[in-house]
């Protein structure tokens, strides 16, 4: 950082150290750590949000995962018209819910490291959508006899079959 200070200064170039983080990532837990531009210490964070994802000191997902479903619910929320209404059929539902709320959802899936909890917590998140595009009460007991037809089902293979298609992709393009 000091000779990307020292070059900016000769062109004339002021870094703004307000505007820069500083973030360590590391298998063991560093507690100190201080860089520093023009004598003026840069901050610390913790967390970080680069490119519309989170990046965070202990390299879990748990926090981009979170908030990916808070996005799609969102966005789910805001075309809830659309799904309460009656003018279009199941399936025009459906393909519109994995067009826009799930392409919320799965940004960055391919960097994801899931585990269980998450697993969970992303088919519970489906499961809720269905709900709510069916128009099946929280008091049903028959919830997945009812959805099972539609579910994507947001496991490790679901991930797998994504980079699959990546690999096979880039292979047809290689020749």
């Known amino acids: 950082m ?4 020292y070059y900016s200064q000769q062109y004339g170039l002021n870094i703004n150290v307000k505007e820069k983080k500083l973030m360590i990532i590391s298998k063991k837990r560093i507690t100190e750590g201080q860089l520093y531009v023009n004598k ?13 994802t989170i990046i965070n000191e202990e390299r879990t997902n748990n926090q981009e995962i979170r908030a990916r479903i808070a996005k799609a619910r969102s966005t789910f929320n805001r075309t809830e018209v659309f799904f309460k209404s009656h003018n279009f059929s199941l399936d025009t539902k459906v393909r519109m819910l994995r067009c826009y709320v799930f ?9 994801w490291t899931l585990n269980e909890d998450m697993c969970k917590k ?6 809720w959508l269905y709900r709510r595009i069916l128009k099946i009460p929280y008091n049903s007991s028959d919830i997945l006899c ?7 089902s947001f496991k490790p293979s679901c991930k797998e079959k994504y980079l699959e298609n990546e690999v096979q992709d880039e292979e047809e393009l290689l020749g």
Do not use: K, W
């Not at 003026?40 to 519309?52: F, M």
């Not at 392409?103 to 960097?111: A, R, V």
């Open 146 to 152: 009812e959805i099972n037809p539609y579910m994507l």
């Open 103 to 111: 392409s919320d959802l799965l940004y960055g899936i391919e960097s």
């Open 40 to 52: 003026s210490p840069v901050e610390r964070v913790t967390h970080y949000n680069y490119l519309c």
């Open 2 to 5: 000091i000779q990307i200070a």
């Open 122 to 127: 992303l088919e519970a998140f489906e499961t």
